[in-house]
């Protein structure tokens, strides 16, 4: 069973930037990034095949955020520019063996959670 470890997160003014990371103790076929803000549904981000480094993104991920991968540590990144009040949320990392790694649906291994606040 892959195990995921998130780092990263924290307070950062409007306008600022962060880079969340995410290691995984073994490969899987996709890896991906979702969001949960207060009182809301969990969102999907942004997604990254290992095997050809592919990217997929979600509307919300879109522009300002940029998921990438570091093979040889098995880890994703997940940067995140020019945030905005309203992409305060606990961010989870995810992972899956699933072909379909577009759909958020597959990811069935989850990373902890850390939290990004984003002061106005």
């Known amino acids: 069973q892959v195990q995921l470890v998130e780092s990263g997160g924290g307070l950062v003014q409007a306008g600022g930037s962060l880079r969340l990371a995410c290691a995984a103790s073994?490969?899987?076929?996709?890896m991906a990034w979702f969001r949960q803000a207060p009182g809301k549904e969990r969102e999907f981000i942004a997604a990254f095949k290992w095997s050809t480094s592919n990217t997929y993104y979600q509307d919300s991920g879109k522009g300002r955020f940029t998921i990438s991968g570091d093979d040889a540590k098995h880890t994703t990144y997940l940067q995140m520019n020019s945030l905005k009040p309203e992409d305060t949320a606990v961010y989870f990392c995810?992972?899956?063996?699933?072909?379909?790694?577009?759909?958020?649906?597959?990811?069935?291994?989850w990373g902890q959670g850390n939290q990004v606040t984003v002061s106005s």
């Open positions: 073994g490969r899987s076929v996709a």
């Open positions: 995810a992972a899956t063996f699933h072909d379909r790694w577009s759909n958020p649906l597959v990811y069935t291994i």
